[in-house]
């Protein structure tokens, strides 16, 4: 049994080996000039109306609190910042978080959007991850759906009294998976297979991105209740300011 | 500590007009996307490698560093599009896998080459703009091209509390690192949650004092800043002119 078991465990990691050595894992951005123009155009319609509720709720939330805007550049910056930090990988290449999940559990969801578009297009810029083409379809898996699923799964798990840490645990390894998938479905609808049209193609990018972006969900969802546990520990006066953004999560009482 | 930004300060081309520039990257990479043909990627990429190299003065190497990073993403995707499972081998290459065959086509092969090359055109012309364009001009053209006042301040302050809170995460790291951190899985997992969450304290105590600062120096709700001004070359404006509608009549060319 014990050889059997080395065996496979050998196997797989010649198999796995060719996708180990590569060198930094991402969240997956989708490449400037990867989709058509069709494509750029429909994604970034859609993100419009979440852009715009975001924009708005900003505005009110300054012309009560000016202070708000300082917070909100930090929590961009950090957005940002926190997808450059390498977390551990249990495959030895260095991975970067996406964030995004964690900022929506902070910030909440609608002012993730806004910060999103920004943080995204300075990734573009300064680090070439993703591009000005697929702007709108980053924007609208990693700023708009991902932050919105993991907002939801974490008031829902409020609801129901779940424990906070699992909460934060689900929220953000859930919104990572999602954003994956959001990401593989765009690709699959620009890039349908030759047999099995658009369905066979997403699930070709699932299939394939699935070896770099579930061991990160999984990781960032551990390093995000790590994240809460230290914030909850001592710095629960700092996290009176985020009370400025009334969908944050973490209201302290 | 980003080498993008540190290299765009460095170029030759900084101190170009930047709407010129910005208009050029986009309008070329407009076409370039919109067209997708082969030939049209490569003069792409020829042209802004040879302004990015040549007139900017960013060492090649540099830029072949730059043009590895999005690699990953280009393999991976590559491969799910080429690949095919169909229980009948295709034209070009096929392996047996469970009574199917994993398998491709020459056609597709072709469309993935042409994929790839417009994909490393249009990440040249991002280049091409990120290296030689800072980010504080990039937002001068946004504000010419009325984007929301807010918006660009936002993005303002962000660009600038990017670095602080790069170096306090370094630094964080570093000291991590020498005090044996990141020696195991779990012990790095704790250490990255506990920089993630001090880093964010910080960041929340730095943008209080910030708030403070500027309060006292008379902020009332926007930034002002000078603008540097560039002089306008009317050669550069003739040579993009030219090389748009080159462009443009090449991919007519093409497309009948």
């Not at chain 1, 951005?29 to 715009?52: D, N, Q, R, S, T």
């Not at chain 2, 540190?6 to 709407?19: D, Q, V």
Request: with cysteine.
């Amino acid at each position: 049994m014990k050889t059997k078991q080395k065996k496979i465990i050998f196997s797989l990691t010649l198999l796995l080996l060719p996708l180990v050595c590569s060198p930094t894992v991402n969240a997956m951005h989708i490449m400037e000039g990867y989709l058509a123009p069709k494509y750029c155009i429909a994604w970034g319609v859609l993100c419009v109306p979440f852009l715009i509720a975001g924009f708005l709720s900003i505005k009110k939330t300054l012309a009560e609190h000016r202070k708000a805007l300082m917070i909100l550049a930090m929590a961009g910056a950090y957005a940002f910042v926190l997808s450059s930090l390498k977390i551990p990988s249990v495959t030895g290449s260095s991975s970067h978080p996406t964030g995004t999940g964690l900022g929506a559990v902070l910030f909440g969801p609608f002012a993730m959007s806004v910060i999103g578009i920004i943080v995204l297009l300075f990734q573009a810029i300064l680090l070439a991850h993703g591009g000005l083409t697929t702007l709108g379809a980053n924007t609208f898996s990693m700023a708009i759906a991902g932050p919105l699923l993991s907002y939801g799964i974490f008031k829902l798990c409020e609801k129901l009294k779940v424990n906070k840490l699992v909460a934060v645990f689900l929220a953000t390894a859930l919104g990572d998976l999602f954003t994956y998938v959001i990401t593989s479905i765009q690709l699959g609808i620009a890039h349908p297979s030759e047999v099995g049209g658009i369905g066979a193609s997403i699930g070709k990018f699932i299939g394939i991105f699935a070896i770099t972006q579930i061991p990160l969900a999984i990781i960032e969802g551990i390093v995000s209740v790590v994240v809460m546990i230290g914030l909850e520990s001592y710095a629960k006066s700092e996290l009176t300011d985020l009370g400025y953004f009334k969908g944050g999560a973490i209201h302290v009482k | 500590m980003i080498l993008i930004d540190k290299l765009c300060y460095t170029s030759k081309l900084r101190y170009t007009n930047p709407m010129i520039k910005f208009l050029f990257a986009i309008i070329t990479l407009i076409l370039c996307v919109a067209v997708r043909s082969s030939v049209i990627a490569c003069i792409v990429l020829i042209t802004t490698a040879f302004l990015t190299i040549q007139k900017g003065g960013i060492s090649p190497s540099h830029y072949i560093h730059f043009m590895k990073l999005p690699l990953i993403f280009l393999v991976l995707s590559t491969i799910a599009i080429v690949f095919n499972i169909s229980p009948t081998p295709f034209s070009a290459f096929a392996i047996p896998f469970f009574h199917q065959y994993i398998t491709l086509s020459r056609a597709s092969l072709l469309s993935a080459v042409q994929l790839i090359l417009t994909a490393l055109a249009s990440v040249s012309c991002l280049y091409f703009l990120s290296l030689s364009t800072p980010i504080t001009d990039i937002l001068y053209v946004l504000q010419r091209l009325h984007c929301p006042e807010l918006l660009i301040e936002l993005m303002l302050l962000i660009y600038r509390f990017i670095f602080v809170l790069l170096e306090i995460s370094n630094s964080l790291y570093i000291s991590q690192q020498s005090r044996l951190g990141n020696v195991d899985f779990k012990t790095s997992c704790k250490s990255a949650g506990a920089l993630m969450s001090t880093l964010l304290v910080r960041a929340f105590k730095k943008s209080s004092f910030l708030y403070d600062a500027m309060e006292s120096r008379c902020y009332d709700g926007t930034i002002h800043v000078l603008q540097e001004t560039y002089p306008v070359n009317k050669l550069h404006i003739l040579y993009f002119v030219l090389f748009e509608l080159t462009l443009i009549g090449l991919s007519v060319y093409l497309g009948r």
